[in-house]
């Protein structure tokens, strides 16, 4: 969305034994954009993550947000980084020196590390330059062609630090949203820009981890003459052929969120790219960058593309703006869920059970869905299944709407279904409720 990798893993298909049919591609990863802390009403005005990290509340704010996230089934994220040569309390950070200064360099580190050690499997860095330093030239054209080096630096200087930092596979977007229209007027700058900056990127960190996002038709800038969107994906492909240099090992496409496409647009626009990508004899993979916040209609969608295409898809990733809403941008706080596609695209509901237990020495442990600690969890139904297995202590877990605890004698396993509501949970056994669990 437009705001004022380790390598590629590659994608086997599988021959059964005794059989003549390849499998199905793995799953794609679920995940979302994660770029702004919260939002109120529709406003995000200083709640930048990569602006404000260094804030007071707002690494352990952001830190709950991940843990609840992958507890909920998110394993893939995405972060915009908004530039140019001026910062501002948006959550726009300056490039000005062709380098990330602090204090943002060293918060992009700390929420990198946050984002592996809270257990993601990827992360996409969405550049978008703004202002002068932005080629599409939106919403007016301030472009300034002398700042592509700085754009350039800019995205050598931040590289080594997602890949150092982040989790094992992480993507570049060096353009987002930078695919060129055949009706935009600035559709010459652009194509420039990409082939001379994808040119720089491939000569010096090779193609396995580079994309460059592209808004699926239909478009919603197009007029009714326009149905496909301005033929964006081609135009990037020449774009990209025009480098001279292989091609990305993907293509990132976003199924615009704001104007509330149905699933048979969605379909239609996975179509579209997929035809594109097979008449310039591309097998490449599609990401889904972009797409409404946990709508069912748009996940079926997905769901039947992949059913029904040879292309796989790696990765679904929203945007926390949901169908409908009259906010322009942004409708959702984190922590984000996922459900509808998790259950559209993995298979089977979303997991809602807490797992843990009481050894004979009282040592207590629980475990939040898909396996990380249960440090953070967000509001909502779930089971929590617990082995006491000490005859001479209990389990106890209290908290908002909570008091539940197993006796002193009992041991044996427990279901307790419960309701949880925000607000701060501590469990443990006996009197000791040494362990606090969060809800958000």
């Known amino acids: 969305m437009r705001l004022a990798v380790a390598a590629l893993?590659?994608?086997?298909?599988?021959?059964?034994?005794?059989?003549?049919?390849?499998?199905?591609?793995?799953?794609?990863?679920?995940?979302a954009a994660f770029?702004?802390?919260?939002?109120?009403?529709?406003?995000?005005y200083g709640m930048g993550i990569l602006a404000t990290y260094n804030q007071a509340g707002i690494r352990r704010r952001v830190r709950l947000q991940l843990a609840a996230m992958h507890a909920a089934g998110l394993s893939s994220l995405r972060l915009m980084i908004w530039h140019s040569v001026h910062d501002d309390p948006f959550g726009m950070?300056?490039?000005?020196?062709?380098?990330?200064?602090?204090?943002?360099r060293t918060n992009l580190v700390r929420y990198l590390t946050d984002v592996r050690e809270a257990g993601f499997d990827s992360l996409t860095v969405d550049f978008a330059p703004q202002g002068p330093n932005d080629p599409i030239g939106t919403p007016e054209n301030l472009y300034e062609p002398s700042l592509f080096?700085?754009?350039?630096?800019?995205?050598?200087?931040?590289?080594?630090?997602v890949k150092t930092y982040g989790p094992t596979l992480t993507r570049i977007d060096l353009l987002s949203e930078g695919a060129p229209s055949?009706?935009?007027?600035?559709?010459?700058?652009?194509?420039?820009?990409?082939?001379?900056?994808?040119?720089?990127?491939?000569?010096?960190?090779?193609?396995?981890?580079?994309?460059?996002?592209?808004?699926?038709?239909?478009?919603?800038?197009?007029?009714?003459?326009?149905?496909?969107g301005g033929h964006r994906l081609q135009n990037l492909i020449d774009a990209l052929r025009a480098s001279g240099r292989d091609l990305p090992a993907a293509f990132s496409v976003h199924v615009s969120t704001w104007w509330?496409?149905?699933?048979?647009?969605?379909?239609y626009a996975l179509r579209q790219e997929d035809a594109t990508l097979t008449a310039n004899g591309l097998s490449q993979p599609l990401i889904v960058g972009e797409t409404i916040y946990n709508d069912p209609e748009l996940a079926g969608a997905i769901a039947e593309f992949r059913r029904t295409s040879s292309r796989p898809i790696l990765e679904v990733q929203e945007w926390p703006l949901e169908r409908g809403s009259s906010c322009r941008d942004f409708s959702v706080a984190p922590p984000f869920i996922a459900d509808a596609y998790i259950e559209a695209l993995i298979g089977g509901p979303r997991l809602k059970t807490l797992t843990g237990g009481l050894t004979p020495a009282g040592k207590v442990s629980l475990?939040?869905?898909y396996g990380s600690p249960a440090t953070a969890l967000v509001a909502g139904a779930y089971s929590v299944v617990f082995e006491d297995e000490s005859p001479m202590k209990g389990l106890r877990l209290v908290g908002p709407g909570v008091r539940l605890k197993t006796g002193s004698r009992f041991t044996g396993s427990?279901?307790?279904?419960?309701?949880?509501?925000?607000?701060?949970?501590?469990?443990?056994?006996?009197?000791?409720?040494?362990?606090?669990?969060a809800v958000l």
């Open 9 to 31: 893993a590659a994608v086997l298909l599988v021959v059964p034994v005794g059989g003549s049919h390849a499998a199905a591609p793995p799953a794609p990863l679920i995940g």
């Open 260 to 267: 509330g496409p149905s699933a048979a647009h969605t379909l």
């Open 149 to 161: 080096e700085q754009n350039w630096s800019f995205i050598k200087d931040v590289r080594p630090l």
């Open 93 to 104: 950070v300056s490039s000005q020196s062709g380098r990330l200064d602090e204090p943002y």
């Open 414 to 437: 427990v279901t307790w279904p419960l309701e949880l509501r925000r607000g701060v949970y501590w469990y443990g056994s006996g009197r000791k409720l040494r362990h606090r669990l």
């Open 35 to 44: 770029s702004r802390w919260g939002v109120a009403g529709c406003d995000t």
């Open 182 to 228: 055949d009706y935009w007027p600035y559709k010459g700058q652009m194509m420039a820009y990409v082939t001379e900056m994808y040119r720089r990127y491939a000569d010096a960190f090779g193609t396995d981890d580079v994309v460059v996002s592209a808004i699926a038709p239909p478009d919603p800038y197009a007029d009714i003459t326009q149905p496909e």
């Open 367 to 369: 475990v939040a869905p």
